[in-house]
Structure formats: structure tokens, C-alpha cells
């Protein structure tokens, strides 16, 4: 055999060869690349229900789901091939979901096992299992990244697939439901402010007229007020008075208008007539009044109170008994 006829056959065997292991090579690298691809989402279930997401624009479908028409609003398209939505931005109460999956592995399907992570939740990925699904209960508003990937019979783990979405903030979490209450906060601190300062000034002025009170001889003004009854001049301001007695806005000025007196002549003439004061003697007065008819009538404290021009039965129970000692209650 001639040197050139050997040459022949060894290219042509070893290129035989090489081609041959190059084939191989290139069947086991695409076998290898099918067993690391990354799982898929198949499903997303929302409150506990199916979606067809690919059938939302269908009104009658819609309807068919208590939240189809406000779910509709969430997303931007649909990956038709696995059936759930792009850009999912749900509302506070539609926060459980179910993510259902799946990964192949031509040489041992069975074998198949899948690690998940919710990113913004989970803290680390989850043991492998052979599950296929995963639920998420009562997530709180965020964004979100769902990362599920899969090993099988050649324990190589696969690339993540991952799918982000968020879920929005209800009404009472967002910036202006919080200036909402601050400024109700502060409204209701200022009104309550505002009253207890009302109420400090009303405590002071009733303090005030307590502590007149007890600097006034009551008993000698009553006294003198039944020596002068004949007095045509006083009988006329009792009777005024008398008339307008249980209006708690008829004041001095009103009496003076009626009277067609000016406040200094009133107020000096019923000094010198009852040695009180024009508010001491109508005040006494009322109060006098008010004694009558606690005894003579079956009216109760408040209603005497108001019969007689007073608006608080509590001020009018600390006048009485700083007139007369004891409380108007002892009347009844």
C-alpha cells in the first residue's frame, strides 16, 4: 500500500471520529441546557380563585368574579403562554395569592423538586420540595419579586424565574389620610383646650360670685325687704323682675330701660332701700323665689333653676346653699 492511500485513510477515520464526538457533544449540551431551564409560572390564584386573565376583557366574565371589574384596573397585558399578568399592581384586600408552577426534566420528571422566595417577604429560599404551589396570606402593601427555581436528576439548580408585582396602600395608610388625622387630632386637642379653659374661667367666675356672696348679709337684706314691701318704687322693680324671672338674659340694662332709669340711680336707690347691690337684690330675689317654689310645688331642682333664670341647676345649687346654708335639696 503506498504512503498516500495510508494518508487517506487516517484523515478519513479520524475525521469520521471527530465528527461523531462533536454530535454527541452537541446532543448532551442541548439535553443539559433543557435541564436547567428555569420552572414556570402556570397559574396565579387571587383571594382563593382562579383567573383567567386572558378572558378579563370579557365583561360577562368580569361579572363572574366578585372583583373582576376592580382586577381588570391592576395590570398592563397578559403572557398568554403561562396565562398570568405583566405589571400587577393589586389592591390592599385582594393580598393572598397562590402561585402555581412547573419545571421539566426529560430524564426524570418525578425527580423534579422547587425552592421559592418572595422577596420583600421571605428572609431566605425555602426547602426543596416537590410541591408545586405556594400561598401567600394577607401580604402587606410593597413591591414584591416572586423567585421560583428547580433541580432534578442531575442536581444542578436551574435559573430563577421571577415575577414581580406590588400591592398598593389602603385609603387610611396613605399621606393624606395621615394629614386627615393629624389635623383632626389637633382640632379635637384645640376644641378640648378651648373647653377646659371655658370651664377653668366659669369655675373662677362662679368662685368669684361665691365669694361675694358670703361677704353679703343675706339675712338682714331679707329682713329689710319685708320692712319696705309698701315702698311703691321697689314693689315696681319686684314686680319687673317677677315678670321677666325666668329669662336668664334679663340683666340690669333691661332693667333700667323698663324702669327709664340709669344704672347709678337704680343701683343707689335700692342701696339705700335693701343696702344690696342692683345684681346682690336679683339675685336675692331669685333665689327667694326659687325657696317658694321649691316648697309649694312638686318642680325639681333644675326646673325651679331654670324657672327662676338660672341655666346651670349646678351654679344655681352652690348660690342657693351659699344663701341659706343648706342645699335645695333639704326643700324637697
Not at 207 to 229: Q, S, V
Not at 230 to 242: A, D, G, M, N, Y
Not at 243 to 254: K, M, P, R, Y
Not at 258 to 283: D, E, M
Request: proline share 3%.
Amino acid at each position: 500500500m503506498s504512503t498516500a492511500k495510508l494518508y487517506t485513510i487516517l484523515i478519513l477515520f479520524f475525521g469520521i471520529h471527530i465528527h461523531s464526538h462533536s454530535q454527541n457533544s452537541l446532543s448532551s449540551d442541548s439535553i443539559q441546557e433543557d435541564l436547567l431551564k428555569a420552572p414556570q409560572l402556570t397559574q396565579i390564584e387571587i383571594n382563593n380563585e382562579f383567573v383567567d386573565f386572558t378572558k378579563l376583557n370579557d365583561y360577562d366574565y368580569r361579572r363572574s368574579i366578585d372583583f373582576g371589574n376592580e382586577l381588570y384596573e391592576t395590570f398592563d397585558s397578559v403572557n398568554t403562554q403561562s396565562n398570568y399578568p405583566l405589571n400587577l399592581n393589586l389592591p390592599y384586600h385582594l393580598n393572598n395569592l397562590t402561585f402555581h408552577y412547573s419545571a421539566i426534566d426529560w430524564s426524570a420528571p418525578h425527580r423534579i423538586r422547587y425552592s421559592y422566595m418572595l422577596e420583600g417577604f421571605d428572609k431566605e429560599w425555602s426547602k426543596p420540595s416537590y410541591q408545586s404551589k405556594v400561598a401567600y396570606q394577607n401580604l402587606t402593601s410593597g413591591q414584591y419579586s416572586f423567585k421560583i427555581r428547580s433541580i432534578g436528576e442531575e442536581q444542578v439548580w436551574s435559573e430563577p424565574m421571577n415575577y414581580s408585582f406590588g400591592i398598593r396602600r389602603p385609603w387610611w395608610s396613605s399621606w393624606w389620610a395621615y394629614a386627615f388625622f393629624a389635623l383632626s387630632i389637633f382640632l379635637i386637642g384645640y376644641w378640648m383646650y378651648h373647653t377646659w379653659q371655658e370651664k377653668k374661667s366659669q369655675e373662677a367666675e362662679v368662685r368669684k360670685l361665691l365669694e361675694a356672696y358670703k361677704l353679703t348679709d343675706f339675712p338682714k337684706a331679707i329682713e329689710m325687704k319685708k320692712g319696705i314691701e309698701e315702698s311703691s318704687f321697689l314693689k315696681l322693680v319686684q314686680t319687673t323682675l317677677e315678670t321677666h324671672l325666668s329669662d336668664e338674659n334679663f340683666v340690669i340694662a333691661e332693667l333700667c330701660e323698663l324702669l327709664n332709669i340709669s344704672r347709678a340711680q337704680l343701683n343707689r336707690k335700692l342701696k339705700k332701700l335693701t343696702g344690696l347691690s342692683t345684681s346682690h337684690y336679683i339675685r336675692s330675689l331669685r333665689l327667694e323665689i326659687a325657696k317658694e317654689l321649691l316648697v309649694t310645688t312638686n318642680l325639681n331642682i333644675s326646673e325651679v333653676a331654670f324657672k327662676v333664670g338660672f341655666s346651670s341647676p349646678t351654679y344655681f345649687s352652690k348660690v342657693f346653699k351659699s344663701q341659706y346654708g343648706h342645699a335645695p335639696s333639704d326643700h324637697q
